[in-house]
């Protein structure tokens, strides 16, 4: 493997299949992975979960803490992949940070499907029960309903590899092409 870790980054609109396509290459290419939504859930058991305003809170706390986590891995040298529906220009700012004190290289994946779609997965999830309910995405699928319906992509404008998965028809997503990629990337 590279002496320079690479930052690998799963990111796109709720419900586009990230936390998937990250945890599939985690155990693929034998890498840590960190979730902003594995870790507010952590939160939300231990600290405890009230309102929609709470979640934004932990929301932005659990940023905090997968950054700082990928900062001290990746001073280590250690590659590993971040998952979450990243705010571009927030998050470029970041990235940029961690990237102003470690040489790293970036990879990111950007997932995005057909908005219809988006918002049925998304609705489908709500309605499962098997998502935290300290997200509140009761009141999340009323508040976004507009911005998932129109669906796109929101790549972080940062150097480095990039590359788009359609998730809409999951049954066509081919996970082997990428994997390949990301293996010489990450030997190079």
């Not at 902003?36 to 009230?50: A, N, Q, R």
């Not at 571009?88 to 995005?112: G, H, R, T, Y």
């Not at 911005?147 to 081919?174: A, H, M, Q, W």
């Amino acid at each position: 493997m590279s002496t320079v870790p690479t930052l690998i980054i799963v990111t796109g609109i709720e419900s586009s299949g990230k936390s998937f396509i990250a945890s599939e290459l985690s155990r693929e290419l034998n890498l840590p992975f960190f979730s902003k939504d594995i870790i507010k859930e952590k939160l939300f058991d231990t600290i405890g979960y009230k309102d929609r305003d709470w979640s934004k809170k932990l929301g932005i706390g659990s940023l905090a803490i997968l950054f700082q986590t990928a900062e001290e891995l990746l001073s280590h040298g250690q590659s590993l992949i971040l998952e979450s529906n990243f705010k571009p220009e927030l998050a470029k700012i970041d990235f940029e940070n961690i990237a102003k004190k470690i040489p790293i290289k970036f990879f990111q994946i950007v997932c995005f499907a057909d908005g219809q779609e988006i918002y049925k997965r998304f609705i489908e999830r709500v309605n499962s029960g098997k998502r935290h309910p300290g997200h509140r995405d009761d009141i999340n699928s009323i508040e976004s309903k507009d911005r998932l319906l129109k669906g796109g992509k929101f790549p972080i404008n940062i150097p480095g590899e990039k590359y788009e998965i359609d998730t809409t028809d999951f049954s066509k997503v081919d996970l082997k092409p990428l994997i390949l990629q990301l293996q010489n990337y990450l030997k190079n």
